[in-house]
């Protein structure tokens, strides 16, 4: 009996994921949840207490919290830390684009769901700040104003494509996920001008 009642949980996670990510979370209803899961349409309330938190479980089991907060512990170095950063956000957006559609569609309308988002990207973007200003200090970044620097790069990591608005005038495929990853590193490291002398950043 546990084993399916854990399938049934997994199956509405994933339905609940899909259609928000599809039509958002103020579109789908309960019901539509559970006849893409194939389940009674009561047990959203049975196993979650309702739409608000089915949403929040779906962060708590998708989202890869603890890898990242890991692989995190154990960087000192503030360039191995940033590639580590890009290869984790690149991984991520191309392992779960549904996820990452349901993050953009809230925060987009700054829902109140998007402190339950916080709670989870918070940690990244704290440890990404860290690594920015630790390089910066060791004289091997170089940047004027912290704040403008975490949005650029971490727009054009979370954002990458996804704004079919410039299709008519993108003549390449897109990239491998290998390539991507190191395009994107290469883009970061170099807007950081990493390795182009030390010490005589600006500050911020």
Known sequence: METTEQDVKRRLLLAAKKLFARQGYDATTIRQICEEAGANVALVSYHFGGKERI???ILETFFPFDRI??????VRDPVEGMRLVIREVTLYRSGDPELVQLIMNESSHDSPR???IRKYLIPVWS????LL?????????R???LDSTFLYIWGGLLFHREFHLFDPILAEAPSSLEQLTQDLTDFVLGA???????GGA???
Request: net charge positive.
């Open 55 to 57: 949403f929040e479980a």
């Open 69 to 74: 907060q890991r692989q995190f512990a154990k």
């Open 114 to 116: 998007t402190e339950a």
């Open 127 to 130: 440890r990404m700040r860290e």
């Open 133 to 141: 200003e630790q390089g910066r200090r060791e004289g091997v970044f």
């Open 143 to 145: 940047f004027r104003s």
């Open 192 to 198: 950081l001008q990493c390795g182009t002398g030390s």
């Open 202 to 204: 600006a500050s911020g």
